[in-house]
Nanobody
Framework: QVQLVESGGGLVQPGGSLRLSCQVSGVTLDYYAIGWFRQAPGKEREGVSYTSPSDGRTVFSDSVKGRFTISRDNAKNTVYLQMNSLKPEDTAVYYC????????????????WGQGTQVTVSS
């Protein structure tokens, strides 16, 4: 059974940082792309970042480019999303998802999803 569990969300002030973790079980991370997505109330789910399973390729949405980084530790079956210089508009529920290489930021390409972790950026 494939499971993805996000952690690390919380309340942070504008300009602050958070690191989200996505712990994957039931599959070997070596063969799966991982995407991070977010959804704010009343808005569609938005692709934030992607990491390829094999060639190290990463992709970021324009809204987070230069502020967020993504990394993966295949030995721990965990992917991290480091979020710096957070803004109030980054407030959302953040989800990680597992898919195949080339899924990039299209949520419809992802097969397995976590339950999400809330990130709130507010003073």
């Amino acid at each position: 059974q494939v499971q993805l569990v996000e952690s690390g969300g919380g309340l942070v002030q504008p300009g602050g940082s958070l690191r989200l973790s996505c712990q994957v079980s039931g599959v070997t991370l070596d063969y799966y792309a991982i995407g991070w997505f977010r959804q704010a109330p009343g808005k569609e789910r938005e692709g934030v970042s992607y990491t390829s399973p094999s060639d190290g390729r990463t992709v970021f949405s324009d809204s987070v480019k230069g502020r967020f980084t993504i990394s993966r530790d295949n030995a721990k079956n965990t992917v991290y999303l480091q979020m710096n210089s957070l803004k109030p508009e980054d407030t959302a529920v953040y989800y990680c998802a597992a898919g195949y290489r080339g899924s990039y930021l299209d949520p419809y390409e992802y097969k397995f999803w976590g339950q999400g972790t809330q990130v709130t950026v507010s003073s």
